[in-house]
């Protein structure tokens, strides 16, 4: 071989090699590639061994072919380059190779119906099993839907996910009611989001148990940039006698930014206003204060619409919603 040519390739492993590996039939072994019911145990611990010993590849369009499934999940998302999508989107991957599928993401403008159906229909060519909206708004579940025809759709924060993100923002409220708050602001996120939607009205419904009004609110785009623009207004609302003496901010990232605005306008946390999150991001506890927040079972709602999406027997539902209380949050000056 001179050292112009490439290296002979191996021969690519069948399903005949396999099954004389294993001492079983070919028919066994698709038996046992394509999940049948009906194989014992240890028929299928050892073709799977034989499978791993040859470094057998499971080929998923020949599979579709003898299956009509790809053992693909389709995921449309939008907004990734934000925390809660990207985290979103690495928890369904990782529920859906729970469940023996691959993920994949077609990209899409939440807010241009074109853009949704045309990302549907990508995923669709692929002949996926289902699909995931992952996607911030509320129209776009439905645009989502129609595009799949028969196809089943499903969404991470819509139905059961928004009671959940409801419940988990009203934790929020009622912990800083319970420090004995009294005036108490938010800072949301955009509207057209079902996710601040969902959180907003949580917080609102908090408020009307505690026999408290909603009180003054902002809106922010998500990240930490749009919470520090508002907090120089907030400082100053702040200062005067009957402003808030809290903020719940509607995630992590707008509630940093808005810290970090308060303290140099030389407003104090929490010292002079206390400020609580949601989320509960890797980042949270190295805050300066460490942040007062709520965590949500992302993991659990992505297994939840993977299996709402494939079809599959309803998997253990997400772990409910937990208060995470840190330095952000304290007693006001004038309780």
């Known amino acids: 071989m ?7 390739r191996a021969a690519r492993v069948g ?28 028929t299928r611990e050892r073709v799977r061994a034989a499978m791993a ?6 080929n998923n369009a020949a599979r579709a072919l003898g299956t009509s499934t790809t053992r693909t999940l389709g ?8 925390h809660g999508p990207a985290v979103g989107i690495a928890s369904l991957e990782a529920a859906a190779r729970a469940a023996g599928r691959w993920i994949s993401t ?7 119906e074109a853009s949704v159906e045309g990302a549907v229909d990508h995923l669709l060519a692929q002949g996926v099993d289902g699909i995931v909206v992952l996607a911030p708004h509320a129209e776009t579940l439905d645009r989502a839907r129609e595009a799949a025809g028969g196809v089943r759709v499903a969404a991470m924060h819509s139905g059961p996910g928004a009671q959940r993100q409801s419940d988990a923002a009203g934790l929020v409220v009622d912990h800083v009611v319970a420090l004995g708050h009294r005036r108490i602001a938010r800072l949301s996120g955009p509207m057209d989001w079902a996710e601040a939607v969902a959180r907003d009205a949580g917080a609102r419904d908090a408020l009307h148990r505690a026999g408290l ?5 902002w809106a922010g785009d998500w990240t930490a940039a749009s919470g520090a623009r508002v907090a120089a207004e907030i400082a100053d609302v702040a200062r005067t006698p009957d402003g808030p003496t809290a903020i719940v901010v509607a995630n992590d990232q707008m509630a940093l930014g808005l810290i970090a605005g308060l303290e140099r306008a030389g407003v104090s946390v929490p010292t002079a206003v206390s400020v609580a999150g949601f989320d509960d991001n890797a980042d ?3 805050y300066r204060p460490a942040l007062t927040t709520v965590r949500i079972d992302l993991v659990g709602e992505a297994r939840r619409a993977v299996a709402e999406a494939l079809g599959l027997p309803g998997s253990a539902g997400p772990q409910p919603p937990a208060l995470v209380p840190r330095a952000s949050t304290a007693p006001p000056r004038d309780a």
Do not use: C, K
């Open 2 to 8: 001179t050292g112009s040519e490439s290296p002979p």
């Open 15 to 42: 399903v005949r090699e396999v099954a004389a590996h294993a001492g079983v039939s070919t028919q066994t072994v698709s038996r046992v590639i394509n999940d049948y019911p009906g194989i014992r145990p240890q």
């Open 53 to 58: 010993d040859l470094g057998y590849r499971v």
């Open 75 to 82: 995921v449309v998302a939008s907004d990734a380059a934000l």
């Open 106 to 112: 077609a990209y899409a403008d939440a807010g241009d």
């Open 213 to 217: 009004e909603p009180g003054l609110q």
């Open 284 to 286: 949270a506890a190295f």
